[in-house]
């Protein structure tokens, strides 16, 4: 009966992560990653995952730099520098960036899957939100439609920093 109830978690828990998967980076998503790129192809954005894999995997399929916890501190400084500077239009991230970085040229921010965490939204929203000069900032949050992700999303929204 043990090795039957452990088979059975082991199938939720692989049914969990391919649901998770394909809510937090369906075709769509990067689909419409690219017209958002394209319309602000002159802008500084920062591109938010949940994880390393579709950090990576927007950073292939769009050719940007991609800063995770495996980034070394040197590395990441000289991504960050590029974005600041030009060098690069659009930087990918899993998480590492939500808060304790200064990226003011960053006007574009592009949530493609997250945390539930009302505090990890409002620190990403805030890494675009820095002020300099007459800049004007957006976020997108691309959810996938029918999924927690929608639930979650509208559950956010309720924060002060929307009002």
Known sequence: MLSSQSAQGRRAMV???????????????LEYLEHLLALHRRDRAILFTQ???TAYAIARRF????????TKVRERSAILA???DGTYRAVATSKVLNEGVDVPDAN???????SGSVREHV??????????GDKRAVLYELVT?????????ERRREHSAYR
Request: glycine share 6%; hydrophobic share 40%.
């Open 51 to 53: 994880d390393n894999a």
């Open 123 to 132: 620190q990403r929203l805030g890494r675009v939100l820095r002020k300099k």
């Open 108 to 114: 574009v921010a592009v949530i493609l899957s997250g």
């Open 63 to 70: 050719l940007v730099p991609v800063i995770t916890h495996q």
């Open 145 to 153: 439609e029918a999924t927690t992700e929608t639930y979650t999303s």
């Open 82 to 84: 590029g974005l600041t």
């Open 15 to 29: 049914a969990y992560r391919r649901q998770r998967e394909i809510a937090f980076a369906p075709s769509a998503k």
